[in-house]
């Protein structure tokens, strides 16, 4: 089990170590007191994971923290393969934000099946979203098609700045046999990747009574705060258009993204 057992008072050796770092700078000091705690497989899981954000609070400073960063790198590594899935996941998590080539691979491959996978699916496509190589982007495109719908979202989500995966995401939000919730998400993750394209797919939705009233919502909604696609998509045939469509329409949301484009378009 990997949490503390309820009840069971918190170690605290977190915030020591915050102290002991702070006024003993020289080597073997608080850091490297923390450290030894987020690697002892004895320890619990919970004091374990305070020590690593303790770390990684101080790894803030990176001049003050610099004489310790390759050995905290080391560590981390050394914990992606750790019997706790909290303490994988964390490392993992910190080696993702400074982009380490090992940890992105080591992602790609447990996706892909090449090996095991050292965090879940979500995880691994959480963080590789934070990552615009371009070998990420190609697992997020893989993972947007291919997972279950919550892990779909969040790939479509993280292909949102990246120009090249618009066709996909313009292809997945006009697929009628596809979830609502997935098509909102690549509709509104196409938005950043291609305005453009994003503005003609949400004109197109917004006009087909076939469509669900939710997803007409989103994507009128989507054209009114956004001031570039409300610019594009503001002509007076369109307006015009819209206008029928909320005369018609018995949805309340719907008829309140048209008012609001209504509006902020004059």
Not at 25 to 53: F, N, Q, S, Y
Not at 86 to 92: E, H, L, Q, T, Y
Not at 185 to 211: C, G
């Amino acid at each position: 089990m990997e949490n503390a057992p309820r009840g069971q008072p918190r170690d605290g050796v977190a915030d020591r170590g915050v102290e002991l770092a702070a006024s003993e700078p020289g080597p073997g000091t608080g850091i490297h007191r923390l450290m030894a705690v987020a690697c002892d497989p004895k320890t619990l899981v919970e004091t374990r994971l305070e020590a690593i954000d303790a770390i990684n609070r101080f790894a803030f400073d990176l001049q003050a923290f610099r004489e310790y960063n390759a050995e905290y790198t080391r560590l981390l590594k050394m914990l992606r393969t750790d019997a706790s899935s909290k303490v994988r996941s964390a490392a993992f998590q910190r080696l993702a934000l400074s982009l380490d080539q090992d940890t992105r691979a080591l992602l790609q491959k447990g996706l892909s099946g090449d090996a095991s996978p050292l965090v879940s699916e979500k995880t691994a496509i959480t963080l590789l979203g934070l990552d615009d190589h371009a070998s990420s982007r190609a697992a997020l495109r893989v993972a947007a098609e291919r997972s279950e719908a919550s892990t779909r979202r969040t790939a479509l989500r993280g292909l949102a700045a990246d120009s090249s995966s618009a066709a996909l995401l313009e292809r997945i939000a006009a697929d009628s046999a596809e979830s609502t919730p997935v098509r909102e998400t690549a509709a509104l993750s196409l938005k950043v990747a291609s305005p453009k394209r994003f503005v003609k797919l949400a004109k197109k939705l917004a006009l087909d009574n076939r469509e669900e009233d939710r997803l007409r919502a989103t994507a009128v909604s989507a054209l009114a705060h956004n001031a570039e696609a409300r610019q594009l998509a503001s002509s007076d045939k369109f307006k015009k258009e819209l206008e029928k469509v909320s005369h018609r329409t018995s949805s309340r949301a719907l008829k309140a993204s048209i008012g609001r484009f209504r509006t902020l378009a004059k």
